[in-house]
């Protein structure tokens, strides 16, 4: 499919994302944050969150399903794509609790070299539609050898 054909096609999984405590938690210690509203849920809601707030990175989680959605239907094979950026706008924080709904949209792409790159947006909402944020990707999908 030429690259100018992807840009404004949608992806979204049949599921939403559920955030749970353990996820977050596993999320912080693997990035190395040992910020007590990540880890124990008193710690949270004395800085007046409802729950356990997740560091503002975490929203990669919630997205991969949708991404992993766009990568599927567009027939890529993973060992061809390259994570090239990645940045993240947040509406709120996200919470242990939290239902998120994702669907991630091709803005740009654009052949160089034999190659696609692609730029997406992944529009996070929660349970009830309300925008929680963005994530905005850049992947690099190599020409096959």
């Known amino acids: 499919m030429p690259a100018a054909d992807l ?3 949608s992806f979204a999984p049949d599921f939403p994302y559920e955030v749970s405590r353990s996820k977050i938690r596993e999320f912080a ?3 190395g944050d040992r910020h007590p509203a990540y880890h ?4 949270a809601q004395s800085l007046g969150h409802p729950d356990l707030v997740a560091p503002p990175t975490f929203a990669i989680v919630a997205t991969l399903p949708a991404s992993e959605q ?3 239907d567009l027939g890529l094979d993973f060992a ?7 940045r993240f706008t947040l509406n709120r924080p996200i919470y242990a ?3 998120l709904h994702v669907t991630v949209t091709v803005e740009r792409a654009r052949a160089v070299a034999g190659n696609t790159i692609l730029t997406t947006r992944s529009d996070i909402t ?20």
Do not use: C, K, W
């Not at 929660?126 to 050898?145: F, N, W």
């Open 97 to 99: 609790g939290d239902v």
């Open 40 to 43: 124990d849920v008193a710690a």
């Open 7 to 9: 840009v404004g096609r």
């Open 29 to 31: 210690a693997a990035i």
């Open 126 to 145: 929660d349970a009830a539609r309300q925008p929680v944020g963005a994530a905005y990707t850049t992947l690099v999908i190599r020409e096959s050898a």
């Open 80 to 86: 061809s794509v390259v994570h090239g950026d990645q």
């Open 70 to 72: 766009l990568v599927r």
